[in-house]
């Protein structure tokens, strides 16, 4: 029967299939989320959210990397198959096979390096969201108990990467990590320059840091007036890690720092009138957030 020709060879693919079985089965099994001692709950640090992203690429350049190989050989395994069991040659067929394991070789190659860019992007989106977080912690201090810092906030479908609570208002630290160019000498150039409605970096410019820094304090604003009932200075603040930053021309309503020495000028601050009665309200209401947030279900 010649069905049977395109049916025994699939017997040569069971070997394959438990190998990728084996490897799907494994894709989660590295976990880097830790957990607290005291309550189980998961614990958060600075830049969680681009941790947990960084987890997820990282497994699926394990995916692709472990499923490539595997994928590749399948049509040439199923090919050298059909050669013991074919009654005639057709070497077309053949070549069909051999056309089919080459693109699968360039399609894994894309995915791996689609991989690779993507997690070196969130390893330096990671170091600079980190390197701000280090530098907000000085703000925390037993003789400075007014001041807090909240890593990794929910807020409108996205996370604020900080919220700083001084005795003069509430900051919202968002961190944009932007690879440096170079001179055809090698200089490094890192300059950016800021302007009320976009960035200018060398060769290239961007609006959407600056208005998503925008939305997020107004939003901050709104939501803490809403359940403090009192007026909560809001100031957004986009942070710019190993850029010199000219802000000569910045926007009046946000503040644009490259992030070193951003505890000082945070503590210098004042956005607005903050008597200690809304201080320790807006406070007792992000705790209560956090403690909630925690007492969640954690979702994969």
């Not at 395994?77 to 050669?83: A, F, L, P």
């Not at 939501?223 to 926007?251: K, N, Y």
Request: aromatic share 8%.
């Amino acid at each position: 029967m010649a069905w049977l020709e395109y049916l025994l060879p699939l017997i040569f693919l069971f070997p394959l299939a438990a190998l990728a079985v084996i490897v799907v089965a494994l894709r989660n099994l590295h976990d880097a989320r830790v957990r607290s001692p005291f309550d189980a709950h998961p614990l958060r640090e600075p830049g969680q959210g681009l941790r947990d992203r960084l987890d997820g690429a990282f497994a699926g350049l394990f995916l692709n990397g472990a499923l490539g190989p595997i994928a590749t050989l399948a049509p040439l395994v199923y090919g050298m198959g059909r050669m013991l069991f074919a009654s005639d040659q057709d070497w077309i067929e053949w070549g069909l096979y051999g056309m089919l394991s080459t693109l699968l070789v360039l399609l894994f190659c894309f995915l791996l390096m689609r991989d690779f860019q993507r997690i070196r992007r969130l390893k330096l989106g990671l170091a600079c969201e980190l390197a701000v977080g280090q530098e907000l912690e000085r703000l925390i201090r037993p003789e400075a108990h007014p001041y807090y810092v909240f890593h990794d906030v929910p807020a409108r479908g996205t996370r604020i990467d900080h919220v700083v609570v001084t005795p003069c208002g509430v900051f919202v630290v968002e961190t944009r990590a932007r690879t440096r160019p170079f001179t055809p000498s090698g200089k490094e150039i890192n300059l950016v320059t800021v302007e009320r409605e976009r960035l200018r970096f060398p060769g290239w410019s961007e609006h959407a840091p600056l208005e998503k820094t925008r939305e997020l304090a107004q939003w901050m604003a709104g939501w803490l007036s809403e359940l403090t009932r009192r007026e909560v200075p809001v100031m957004g603040v986009l942070t710019l890690p190993g850029w010199d930053v000219d802000a000569r021309q910045g926007p009046e309503d946000l503040l644009v720092v490259s992030g070193k020495g951003l505890a000082a000028q945070l503590a210098e601050l004042c956005p607005g009138e903050f008597d200690n009665e809304t201080h320790d309200a807006v406070i007792g209401v992000l705790l209560e957030r956090a403690a909630r947030l925690e007492r969640l279900p954690e979702r994969d």
